[in-house]
């Protein structure tokens, strides 16, 4: 069996570990992926395991948090709803109690049609206001555009993935960077990942280089989409636009790139290529506290 | 002609078949744009729309562009004797950022009345369009020869702008000059 670590604390960047050990080994090989030793995941991190069990060919088998406080919240934060339909579990998981988690906005919860979305922003519509600006400090006009973000995000799995997908919001407090309250949107698919996307509407652009960097930066920074209608492309161009004005981050995995708009507190790189192969697309957003108000 | 308002949230629940308000996802846009463009069909022979979004509560992009781009593009691509202008009410200042921006690139623009009822151009028009836009406004209506000197070019160029603003829908044509969209007897 061959056993896939999950680090102790799971994010966007500990994430590419656990695709670097997946990497040599088929899609058909059969995987135990050990979370035993996990002490802490964000909504990427949740989502991008679902996702991550959706990619092999074989059911993984999945060994949940040894520590009972992480077990217990992803338990809440629905994550082993899912879990358990994806991934042979192997060992104890806690009892789903019914109550919701106060610091998850919202769930894991699936995304694969329209109506998913309007019931997305709509679960979270009446928590978004207090969290923004009370915990985050921004004015009240951030309310709107973060729904906006929210949904244009999660419209990407309805439109391109070809499969369903997962989204999940957490507001938590970012020690490990920023020591600040941060808001974190995930939304992780394992569908036909961007490239494939533009490959599939012809909507390659002529370029020499072609490859899941060149597709990612087209599509995320040039607004390029599968669909040739002029208006179709603005989702990313709103999110990064929303983002820029609350100093919020977004990053972009599909296949072996990631892209990331970049904010002035973080040292995250503009693009990275040759990273470990998955399937789909996986994108964060994360809007921090503003410290100055 | 008795003016005619459409309440967009009626129709997005009549459309979509869901009690929320949010005007969200490209289906949902599309749903909404086909049943405004059925209303609108009945509403023929010149007469002037009033697309109310005062009880719309949130919106993304996608949606915007298939409710208000698509429809725009849509109502200038068609035959100007047969009539379809349309204004816009109840849009929020936060609803704003989102309008515009998808306004912008289409490069299209339309009329929309504020809160206090004065009408406002928004969306991409050039500096010429936008002082003769506010010219005619501020009269009700006008011919070319009547801007001219105000406008400070010739005639000429008076009219061609003021053409291409009917053209856009955004003055309507009278017998004898052009008139604002918001003139009394437009628009309730």
Redesign the interface.
């Known amino acids: 069996m061959n056993v896939i670590n999950v680090p102790s604390s799971l994010d966007d960047q500990t994430f590419e570990h656990v695709l670097e050990q997946l990497a040599p080994l088929p899609a058909d090989e059969r995987v135990l992926i050990d979370a035993r030793n996990t002490e802490w995941a964000s909504p990427y991190g949740l989502t991008a395991l679902l996702t991550l069990a959706q990619t092999r060919l074989e059911k993984p088998q999945f060994m949940p948090p040894e520590k009972d406080d992480t077990s217990s919240y992803w338990s809440r934060a629905n994550f082993f709803r899912y879990a358990e339909d994806l991934y042979e579990i192997v060992g104890r998981v806690p009892a789903r109690r019914g109550e919701r988690d106060s610091s998850a906005l919202l769930e894991v919860t699936p995304v694969s049609k329209?109506?998913d979305?309007?019931a997305v922003?709509?679960r979270i519509?009446a928590k978004v206001p207090t969290i923004l600006t009370q915990n985050l400090h921004l004015e009240s006009?951030s309310?709107?555009?973060f729904?906006?973000a929210l949904?244009?995000a999660c419209?990407n799995i309805?439109?391109h993935a070809g499969m369903g997908g997962w989204v999940a919001v957490q507001n938590y407090n970012y020690r490990k960077r920023m020591g600040r309250h941060v808001v974190q949107i995930a939304v992780c698919d394992a569908g036909v990942g961007i490239r494939q996307s533009l490959e599939s509407g012809n909507r390659r652009p002529l370029t020499d280089r072609w490859d899941d960097g060149v597709a990612l930066e087209s599509a995320v920074i040039q607004g390029t989409s599968r669909f040739p209608d002029?208006?179709?492309g603005?989702?990313f161009?709103?999110i990064r636009?929303y983002l820029r004005k609350w100093k919020g981050k977004l990053a972009v995995r599909s296949g072996t790139a990631r892209v990331a708009e970049v904010p002035p507190w973080d040292d995250d790189v503009v693009r990275r290529d040759h990273l470990a192969p998955m399937p789909g697309t996986q994108l964060f957003i994360m809007i921090p506290e503003d410290v100055d108000r | 002609m008795t003016p005619l308002t459409i309440d967009v949230c009626a129709v997005l629940r009549s459309a979509v078949n869901q009690n929320y308000g949010n005007l969200l996802t490209r289906d949902t846009g599309m749903a909404v744009r086909h049943q405004i463009e059925r209303e609108l069909a009945a509403n023929r022979g010149g007469g002037i729309t009033s697309l109310d979004f005062s009880s719309i509560g949130l919106m993304d992009y996608s949606c915007a562009d298939e409710v208000v781009a698509k429809l725009l593009v849509l109502l200038q691509d068609d035959d100007l004797t047969r009539g379809g202008y349309v204004v816009f009410r109840g849009i929020g200042e936060e609803h704003l950022e989102v309008v515009e921006s998808v306004l912008k690139h289409h490069g299209l623009a339309l009329v929309c009345l504020c809160e206090d009822g004065s009408p406002r151009v928004i969306g991409r028009v050039s500096e010429a369009e936008r002082r003769a836009w506010e010219m005619v406004r501020a009269r009700g209506k006008a011919a070319p020869s009547e801007l001219a000197d105000e406008f400070g070019f010739g005639e000429d160029f008076v009219a061609e702008v003021l053409d291409e603003l009917a053209r856009r829908r955004l003055l309507r044509r009278g017998l004898t000059g052009f008139v604002a969209l918001d003139a009394p007897d437009t628009v309730q």
Do not use: C, N, T
């Open positions: 329209s109506d979305v309007h922003v709509q519509q006009r309310v709107m555009g729904a906006m949904s244009e419209q309805v439109e002029h208006g179709r603005q989702g161009k709103g636009g």
